[in-house]
């Protein structure tokens, strides 16, 4: 079993349809959690960083983050072509490795106009 | 603020030679990481230093890897001797362990080896 589990996709939805992007993991005991995007030929850019459970709102974008059925996940409402690109989930496992991220494969996002 | 910078943004060169990728992380951050992204692959870790010490390198794939940290704002990727399957992106990142910062990334050096 992989340490971070992400559907690779490709995920396609119309725009201004809702997108879900999912993200399991593993260690039980891990302490934060990120989405990055990353457009194709760039960098990974971190876009949103959640810590505790629940929900957690920056613009058209959400965490959710669920830790008891270790799990994941980014909305994106209102998708527009400009979101197409591929996601990574990371997380921080528990101390003992700090520092440290462990990278989801990424889900790949396509919005079609 | 400046991020993290790498150099060269692209590198080309023949099998057998040295190739060496440079980074500069964010000033402050305390730690550093060295990433290689491949479509097979996706993201892999390298190596990892704190403080300018070698944390975890035990994603570095051979001894032909090599990677130096000699101050907090300066850091090197070494490969000798190149092969074609070392062809890939290298990303640098850089975080601020205090309050469970995130990693921010390079803009990466573009590798192939012919």
């Known amino acids: 079993q992989k340490e971070v589990e992400q559907n690779s996709g490709p995920l396609s939805v119309p725009e201004g349809a809702i997108a879900s992007l999912n993200c399991t993991y593993s260690?039980?005991?891990?302490?934060?959690f990120f989405w990055y995007r990353q457009y194709s030929g760039k960098s990974p850019e971190l876009i949103m960083s959640?810590?505790?459970?629940g929900d957690k709102e920056d613009g058209r974008f959400t965490a959710q983050l669920n830790k008891a059925s270790q799990y994941v996940s980014l909305l994106i409402r209102d998708s527009q072509p400009s979101d197409s690109a591929t996601y990574l989930c990371?997380?921080?496992?528990?101390?003992?490795?700090?520092?440290?991220?462990?990278f989801g494969q990424g889900t790949t996002l396509q919005v079609k106009p | 603020d400046a991020g993290v910078i790498q150099s060269p943004r692209h590198e080309v060169t023949e099998m057998g030679q040295e190739v060496t990728l440079r980074c500069k992380p964010i000033?402050?951050?305390?730690?550093l990481f060295w990433y290689r992204q491949t479509m097979m692959r996706g993201l892999e870790l390298l190596i990892y230093?704190?403080?300018?010490?070698?944390?975890?390198d035990s994603g570095m794939p051979e001894d032909r890897f090599s990677a130096k940290m000699p101050n907090a704002s300066f850091s090197t990727l070494k490969i000798q001797p190149s092969e074609p399957r070392d062809s890939a992106v290298y990303f640098c990142?850089?975080?601020?362990?205090?309050?469970?910062?995130?990693?921010?990334f390079g803009d990466g050096t573009r590798l192939s080896i012919l």
């Open positions: 990142a850089s975080s601020l362990e205090r309050n469970n910062q995130p990693q921010h």
């Open positions: 260690d039980r005991g891990s302490q934060s």
């Open positions: 959640i810590y505790s459970n």
């Open positions: 990371a997380v921080k496992p528990p101390p003992g490795n700090t520092g440290k991220l462990i």
């Open positions: 000033s402050g951050h305390d730690y």
């Open positions: 230093f704190n403080n300018n010490v070698p944390i975890d």
